[in-house]
């Protein structure tokens, strides 16, 4: 039977983006020495134990096995084994240009719950000089949360060759239990890479600590876009009243959707809804700041009960609005999902009845409101439209100018979009012309329109092929099915690996669903990456 090298890596255990934390597989030992020890988990197997020789025998056939599912199935089999030769098999794993190969390693090495595996993995995270196999060190070391890593973690961080290393360094020292994470984490706020600066941030800000505050203020200034956003962040999430008057006078010097990152960020702090009002703002700050004290969660969870209902009329003008999610952002992009499956009718019509849609098909349905927000667009939003089923299509290289002639173009170009092997072609294959129907070409391949998105070419080996400091930072995504096709199909590879190259192009992702399928996927998509989910109907 075929095996499916992605259920077999996540069975048991979704592998978090980089950065996330999940429950502790441990605490550091006591016994082992380290700092903030812990007890052993008395009923793992004995330390150093391998009754069944499993290391002997990865070492014996992993050479040999060529395809990926037989190399996970072979790594997942040490999981359980509580012994130092694990350490020793799999840490070369993590240089393999296969990620699934190395997500097994990531997930097998985070799982130790006794002392000599874990120390013998401190010492290789301390000796490890290859960036691939210490990234995958550090990615383990953050999912596991062991303790005791403190000395080789302050040497990651101050790697000078790998931002790479710096920044798995900070989230991997943000999710474990480190007492003096903080203190360590916060020396790399003034990093020269914009990425260690953002985690730097997010980290201190995910923690509650007050460190933050000092480097999140000098944030607001930073030339690049995402480190304003994590600075922005940080001051919404660690509550303090100094914050106010920083982000007030932060209005004034953003625009788009970080203009409304801080109208956010203003209203968790006080629970007023002005919106983008600075004029409102400056004049509350003006009566209320001699006095004024950050209202405790269930003060604010009250003054925010009414907000949606004041929302319309604190709006900022020009807001784009696609099916009903409404975003200040100046450089948006639209993905439109054009597989077969959209030529389908809409079950519940009702619902698309006054649309005056030119029928009651999936794409003309979406393709006409698509145009029509195109056409309403402001000539200082920039803009492009990604069309995808089983290749990826691009209107234009490149963002452009919501000019007369940009919207024409693309209002045009949106229109003239055809559904790609949909049922209306399968005439052709029923009579053995399928090149002609092309229903390989109608699939989803959604891993690879969301990795195009943020520019990074889904194909080569490389974790990395874009440059995350770009300027998008809106993305609209809709879709009528789940992912058929690409270099990742299951919905919690796609959620994960999207997630984490986001992680720091810091990109809002509003995801828009049609047609029969379940949903919960789009709907995580959108709550993980910041953005809005809306489901149109069947």
Known sequence: MKRNVRHLVLAGL??????????????????????????????????????????????????KYEDSATRVEAILALEDVEDAGVVRVLVPVLKLEDKDVVQAAVRVLSGFKTSEPIEA???????????????GLLRALAAGRYGGADKSLEKCLKDRRSWRVRRAGVLALAAGPSEGAAELIVKLAGD??????????DSLAERGSGLVLEPAAAGLDDAVWQVRASAISALARVRRTNSVPLL?????????????????????????????RRELWERFWETYKE????????????????????????????AVSYHGIS????SILFVIDVSGSMENMVVEREKFAEGGYPSMQRLDIVKTELARTIERLEPYVKFNVIAFATKIEHWKKRQQKANALGRSSAADW???????????????????????????GGKTNTYGALMAALG?????????TGDYQIELDTIFFLSDGRPSTGQYIDSADILREFTAANATCKVVLHTIAIGEFRKQFMKDLAKANGGSFVDLGR
């Open 291 to 318: 006095r004024y004290e950050i209202p405790t969660d269930e003060e604010l969870a009250k003054l925010l009960a009414a907000k949606k209902a004041r929302a319309e009329e604190y709006s900022p003008p020009g």
């Open 14 to 63: 979704l592998l978090l983006p980089m950065g996330a934390t999940a429950a502790p597989a441990t605490a550091p030992l006591a016994m082992s020495g380290l700092a903030g020890a812990a007890s052993i988990n008395r009923t793992a197997p004995p330390s150093g134990e391998d009754p069944d020789n499993l290391v002997g025998e990865f070492i014996k056939y992993f050479k």
């Open 121 to 135: 993995f401190l010492v290789a995270l301390e000796e490890e000089k290859k960036e691939p196999t210490r990234l």
């Open 248 to 276: 007030i006078a932060q209005m004034a010097r953003e625009e788009g959707r970080l203009a409304a990152d801080v109208a956010a960020a203003l209203e968790s702090l006080t629970g007023r809804a002005f919106g983008q």
């Open 414 to 440: 949106v229109r003239n979009l055809e559904a790609i092997g949909g049922n209306s072609k399968e005439t052709y294959s029923a009579v053995g012309l399928a090149g002609a129907a092309n229903l390989e």
């Open 456 to 464: 990074i070419d889904p194909d080569p080996k490389s974790p990395r």
């Open 192 to 201: 020269r890479e914009p990425a260690v600066r953002c985690a730097v941030l």
């Open 327 to 330: 975003t200040p952002s100046r």
